[in-house]
């Protein structure tokens, strides 16, 4: 494993487990998710033919969960996503591989392996990409299904 890919993925387990720990002081009951199993997962080798197909709110993007715990969820992410907020979900973002823009907040920021994104609940974001760019993405607490805004 490289550097770039070791500091990255330490960064990642650091994300994940600050959201962690948030959520389970801040976050109200939930159904407990089922426990974490042990799991290697080799991001760097998933390709978009391994992640399923977009949803209808993001024809460009393909996701695929890959870590639910109680307070957050990890998934692998992989194309564009439009501009759009999340009311109650704080996000992180770790890119993997590839290159491009995302918007954050009111101002665009380039984006290329190592680059990590905080995105605090309510905060506008989106990208257009390479069709190369992956993108590790925590979010504490878990993202509801009906907590994605789309923003002009």
């Not at 487990?17 to 998710?33: I, K, N, Q, T, W």
């Not at 997962?41 to 197909?53: F, G, M, Q």
């Not at 993405?137 to 878990?142: I, L, R």
């Amino acid at each position: 494993m490289t550097h770039t890919a070791l500091r990255t993925a330490a960064v990642a387990a650091l994300a994940f487990g600050a959201g962690l720990a948030v959520s389970h002081l801040a976050a109200p009951a939930r159904a407990a998710a089922p426990p974490l199993q042990a799991t290697v997962i080799d991001v760097s080798a998933i390709t978009p033919a391994d992640l399923p197909t977009p949803a209808p709110a993001t024809p460009n993007n393909r996701s695929k969960l890959v870590a639910l715990a109680d307070g957050a969820t990890v998934q692998v992410q992989m194309g564009t996503v439009p501009k759009h907020y999340h009311a109650d979900a704080n996000e992180i973002q770790v890119v993997v591989s590839g290159s491009g823009t995302e918007w954050l907040g009111d101002k665009q920021v380039p984006l290329k392996a190592g680059t990590v994104l905080i995105i605090p609940a309510g905060t506008p974001h989106g990208g257009t990409t390479d069709a190369n760019l992956k993108i590790v993405a925590v979010k504490t607490p878990p993202q509801a299904s009906t907590d994605f805004h789309p923003t002009p």
